[in-house]
């Protein structure tokens, strides 16, 4: 996605609170009492530091260096810049560049040090590698990056848009989680509207959505084999009946696609309130069916971008670094 200059809107801005040709000026909760320029949005004003954005952002320090005219409209005595971006954008952009804590959103304004700080965060929270031990695609106190609602799509179309490949498998998944309604008409977000995947990443998500639905099945074969052991030391037929009221437990309550990241102890715990395949299962089924139950995993993990059409693990970090 290549950087744009923000443009100059014809419509006088005034200080906040006053009725412009019908419409009322709003202060943002960005204000800082000693800032040098106002940035308005969407009748919506954002009073900050001029060389900080400029130290930060070629695109803001190319817009800086254009003179002001005298008689400009000033707001307590500052520069008022209008950008044609959405309000909602500013004060992303703007929460990220003064807070460390916060989410990437520096594409447009050139922010560099933003940029490599998103990136590195993103690769952080959605990496490449298969989640290590039982658990490892819920969310996590580890998170740099803070949660909200909407995060996995406004990410996958980020990670889109700014050829972030790396991490398209990984965040595309999450986003299947959503369900088909969401994936078609929208996340609801906290205030009431609603937050689109772009139409490329719409499309991925649903051809992964059926793709891994079969895999949900296949990935759950190795309840099958269960009790089949010769080595069962409950002679087969208890670890057997348990394996199969598990995977018919499993199988009716429909897919949930997390699971196939996660260990076998977290799927049936989370279906069957709490008993675990230890407390049912002999000692060396439970032993087999962990070890088949990981290696089922492992190949999920490494098949994972082939389920959106995407290039493997490997090739997708090379398109991200050329």
């Known amino acids: 996605m290549s950087p744009s200059q923000p443009t100059v809107d014809t419509s006088p801005p005034g200080p906040s609170g006053e009725t412009m040709n019908g419409t009322t000026i709003t202060r943002s909760d960005i204000w800082f009492f000693d800032g040098s320029i106002v940035l308005e949005a969407e009748r919506m004003q954002f009073r900050v530091h001029q060389a900080f954005l400029a130290r930060n952002s070629s695109v803001f320090s190319d817009v800086f260096s254009i003179p002001h005219a005298d008689d400009e409209p000033k707001v307590e005595g500052c520069p008022v810049l209008q950008l044609q971006d959405s309000a909602e954008d500013i004060k992303h952009m703007l929460l990220a560049v003064y ?9 447009k304004y050139e922010i560099a040090a933003l940029l490599e700080e998103g990136r590195s965060r993103l ?10 031990g039982p658990v490892g695609i819920k969310p996590s106190s580890n998170k740099s990056i803070i949660e909200q609602k909407g995060l ?4 996958a179309n980020l990670a889109y848009e700014c050829n972030i490949a790396s991490i398209l498998p990984n965040i ?19 205030n009431g509207t609603r937050f689109f995947l772009t139409k490329e990443v719409q499309f991925a998500c649903l051809i992964g959505r059926d ?13 099958n084999d269960v009790g089949y052991l010769p080595i069962c030391s409950a002679l087969g037929q208890p670890c057997r009946q348990h394996a199969r009221a598990k995977l018919t437990a499993i199988l009716n309550s429909g897919p949930r696609f997390a699971f196939l990241a996660e260990g076998m102890d977290s799927l049936v715990n989370s279906i069957t309130d709490g008993e675990t395949l230890r407390q049912v299962f002999c000692g060396a089924c439970y032993a087999r069916a962990r070890a088949s139950s990981r290696e089922a995993r492992d190949k999920f993990w490494d098949d994972l971008p082939s ?13 991200e670094d050329a």
Do not use: M
Not at 172 to 190: H, M, Q, S, T, W
Not at 211 to 223: D, E, I
Not at 307 to 319: G, I, M, Q, T, V
């Open 123 to 132: 690769h952080q929270d959605y990496p490449s590698t298969p989640p290590p």
């Open 307 to 319: 389920y959106f059409n995407l290039p493997s693990w490997e090739e997708l970090k090379k398109l």
């Open 152 to 155: 996995s799509f406004l990410v």
């Open 211 to 223: 793709k891994l639905q079969t895999a949900y099945r296949k990935n759950l074969s190795w309840l």
């Open 172 to 190: 595309y998944f999450r986003c299947v989680f959503a369900g088909i309604n969401d994936i078609l008409l929208g996340k609801e977000l906290k």
């Open 99 to 107: 807070d460390s804590g916060y989410g990437p959103d520096g594409e």
